[in-house]
């Protein structure tokens, strides 16, 4: 099983990028995907989660309104639109996958298969 992030990039302050997080070996239909960030010197925080069977989506408030997570079933891959991107959202993004029930959906231990990340900067 193999989740691979990748769009992330270099932008301005206000402006907008999507993410992918693609998968080999599994169907994001049957699980749980949460979207992670870590900047430097900080512990890793969750950004924004998707239910397996429901669909639920969750986003801690320093996003929302901003980010829009979404999945596309036909292709296995989930998305992170980000729009409005503030410097302090620069990170590495990482996208990760699990049996994750709705109470617990927001704590990384949840997790057990994790991407490579992909780096974020937003420059003032």
């Known amino acids: 099983v193999q989740l691979q992030a990748s769009g992330g990039g270099l932008v301005q302050a206000g402006g907008s990028l999507r993410l992918s997080c693609a998968a080999s070996?599994?169907?994001?239909?049957?699980?749980?995907i949460g979207w992670f960030r870590q900047a430097p010197g900080k512990q890793r925080e969750g950004v924004s989660f998707?239910?397996?069977?429901?669909?639920?989506?969750f986003y801690v408030d320093s996003v929302k309104g901003r980010f829009t997570i979404s999945r596309d079933s036909a292709k296995n891959t989930i998305y992170l639109q980000m729009n409005s991107l503030k410097p302090e959202d620069t990170a590495v993004y990482y996208c990760a996958a699990g049996q994750v029930i709705v109470t617990t959906i927001r704590w990384p231990s949840a997790y057990h298969k994790w991407g490579r990340g992909t780096l974020v900067t937003v420059s003032s």
């Open positions: 998707i239910s397996s069977s429901e669909g639920r989506v």
């Open positions: 070996g599994l169907i994001f239909d049957d699980y749980a």
